[in-house]
Structure formats: C-alpha cells, structure tokens
C-alpha cells in the first residue's frame, strides 16, 4: 500500500476522533492503527514518518509516533 493511501486513511481515523480532546484522540487513534492495521501497513507508516511523515496531520503524527513507542 503507498504511503499516500496510508496517510490518507490514518488522517481520516484522525478526523473521526477530532471531537475528542487532543490526548484522547490521539490515544485512540493509535489505539486504531494498533488492532486494525496490518503489521505491514504499521510499518510503512512508521517508515513514512522517519522519512519526514508529509501530509499527516498533527494529532495524528503524535499517535502513529505512540504507536511506535508501544512497539518498542
């Protein structure tokens, strides 16, 4: 899957918790990409985001950065 259509679904898992405070938000996106993401698409986003992360919104960068800081 191209790096584009990632950063296009996880802003789109970002905008339907964009109601929530940021902390929570940002923890339930992760929480998201965590249990419905393929180990592959992780990891490509992960990668995207080492590469600069262009295009993911701010609130979302923070929780695909959780996301790696759980893997760890």
Same mark, same amino acid.
């Given at each position: @899957?191209? /790096? =584009?259509?990632?950063?296009? @679904?996880?802003?789109?898992?970002?905008?339907?918790? *964009? !109601?929530?405070?940021?902390?929570? *938000?940002? =923890? %339930?996106?992760?929480? !998201?990409?965590?249990?419905?993401? =393929? /180990?592959? @698409?992780?990891?490509?986003?992960? &990668? !995207?985001?080492?590469?600069?992360? %262009?295009? $993911?919104? /701010?609130?979302? $960068?923070? &929780?695909?950065? *959780?996301?790696? &800081?759980?893997? &760890?």
């Amino acid at each position: @899957m191209s /790096p =584009d259509k990632l950063v296009y @679904m996880a802003n789109q898992i970002g905008k339907f918790f *964009a !109601h929530q405070p940021e902390e929570k *938000a940002v =923890d %339930a996106v992760a929480d !998201h990409i965590r249990k419905f993401w =393929d /180990p592959r @698409m992780r990891k490509a986003i992960l &990668a !995207h985001v080492d590469a600069g992360g %262009a295009g $993911l919104d /701010p609130r979302t $960068l923070k &929780a695909v950065e *959780a996301v790696r &800081a759980s893997v &760890a």
